[in-house]
């Protein structure tokens, strides 16, 4: 009797002693925060959807050219006389401000719960969306501001809606946070009409900080993408301070955070947890091998909804898995954006290759999820490589017919090698001259479970 009643005191008394752990205190200096640790969730967690939504998505539109062309940024561009969005708005809409789209923004078919279960079948492990982009419309009841869709627009707390329904499939959710707006007079120090502005002092001090800090204590998002910081050095920011704040509530709460790379003019890729990469996917990459990143890209060539877009300038699957594939065998996480329509819609030309690649990784997962990149090459010809524990992954972004080649991987001699969702094991044979051949028999037919690119499942050691 007595040995059945100290067993549950003693794990009382253990658990008492790790809840009494000292949570770490980040100091705003360089130095201390620069002993925050990436969480291992994000580095296993490889995929995150990212939204852009906002009063941008009701006009729309952004040109149609060859390379990039943000629709979000209607409202700056329409103020250019040099650029199309400004002809575009005044043929369609004449002498219409920006802010008079806010009421039209209804989000009538808003739905976090299918967003965060499309998500999950897509295969991410987090998501995120735009808290506040430039325009300075916020997606929350801030207090700051009665710019926001509870007062405004939806008249709705996307966000509170947007974190419910994502952890409720036990996602990870994030925040995007846009430091600077274009025309908020606090801002520009230019008396100009700004809708639902509350007048302070200081833009940074008494609007911008205390915002950040109120989304942190509202909705304690797992990680922040913070944006906008190109106009002035960190300390205009204060963006130290910032930081040292969301790490110092995150570790009371036990929680693992990170932030991006974004602090201040000229500061992307020097500090952060993560280097944001955008729209860029090339020989860049080979140097961030030691630091964690995220390609970031919308499906089409824009992060928010623009309506002219044609499904040719999508990515196709194949384009698309090529490069999740190319980006997390260098260290990378692949963060995919779709931007929603006014009513809150994903178009279908951007779902269909993210459900793609969903139906991909349920078959090819194991090479993907949780893994590393391999310390010996990243790549050799058409073959991609991760690696978990004891294994390697030799990811063929082409079909190779009945031989696959790797001149540089040797194989645990007398283990066995699958191509994952193929059942049994492959004949393969390795020497000094020609390295690994691996066997797939002319008698099986090529596997249609995953006809994008094809996972081998390697023992090395």
Not at 188 to 193: E, F, H, L
Not at 201 to 214: F, G, L, R
Not at 268 to 277: A, H, M
Not at 417 to 444: A, D, F
């Amino acid at each position: 009797m007595k040995i059945k009643l100290f067993i549950p005191a003693l794990l009382i008394v253990v658990s008492a002693y790790s809840q009494n752990k000292q949570p770490k205190v980040y100091e705003p200096t360089w130095e201390s925060l620069a002993t925050h640790k990436m969480p291992e969730w994000y580095d296993d967690a490889k995929i995150g959807l990212s939204k852009h939504w906002g009063v941008y998505s009701v006009p729309a539109w952004a040109p149609r050219v060859e390379g990039i062309s943000y629709a979000e940024w209607y409202w700056n561009k329409m103020m250019d006389p040099k650029n199309p969005t400004y002809i575009y708005h005044r043929e369609n809409y004449g002498d219409k401000t920006y802010d008079d789209f806010i009421p039209q923004w209804k989000a009538e078919n808003y739905n976090a719960e299918e967003w965060a279960k499309f998500a999950k079948k897509m295969g991410a492990k987090y998501m995120f969306i735009t808290s506040k982009h430039h325009d300075g419309f916020c997606l929350w009841p801030t207090k700051y501001t009665d710019r926001n869709s509870m007062k405004m627009g939806p008249k709705k707390d996307i966000l509170g809606e947007y974190f419910k329904a994502g952890r409720k499939e036990g996602l990870k959710v994030g925040l995007y946070y846009s430091l600077y707006e274009w025309y908020n007079p606090l801002y520009t120090g230019k008396d100009i009409p700004y809708a639902g502005l509350i007048k302070v002092d200081n833009y940074v001090d008494d609007y911008m900080i205390p915002q950040i800090k109120e989304l942190i204590d509202l909705y304690h998002p797992d990680f922040f993408y913070f944006d906008g910081e190109w106009d002035h050095p960190e300390p205009f920011w204060k963006m130290k301070e910032v930081v040292a704040y969301f790490y110092n509530e995150a570790e009371k709460r036990g929680q693992e955070v990170f932030v991006n790379d974004r602090f201040g003019k000229d500061e992307r890729g020097k500090r952060g947890d993560l280097y944001n990469i955008e729209y860029e996917f090339g020989s860049e990459l080979e140097g961030l091998l030691t630091h964690k990143w995220s390609y970031w890209q919308g499906i089409a060539k824009t992060f928010g909804f623009n309506k002219d877009t044609d499904p040719q300038d999508c990515l196709s699957p194949k384009e698309f898995i090529d490069k999740v594939v190319m980006g997390v065998c260098r260290n990378g996480n692949f963060d995919i954006n779709v931007g929603p329509t006014a009513a809150g819609i994903i178009p279908e030309y951007e779902q269909y290759p993210l459900l793609k690649l969903g139906e991909w990784l349920e078959v090819n997962g194991d090479a993907i999820y949780g893994n590393r990149t391999w310390d010996i090459k990243q790549h050799e010809g058409d073959a991609c490589f991760t690696v978990k524990g004891d294994y390697l992954y030799a990811i063929f972004l082409k079909w190779q017919g009945s031989e696959f080649k790797l001149k540089d991987v040797k194989p645990l001699a007398g283990s066995s090698i699958q191509m994952l969702g193929v059942p049994g094991n492959l004949k393969w044979n390795w020497n000094e001259t020609e390295g690994l051949t691996i066997t797939y028999p002319e008698s099986k037919a090529r596997p249609t479970s995953c006809s994008y690119a094809w996972s081998f499942k390697i023992k090395i050691k």
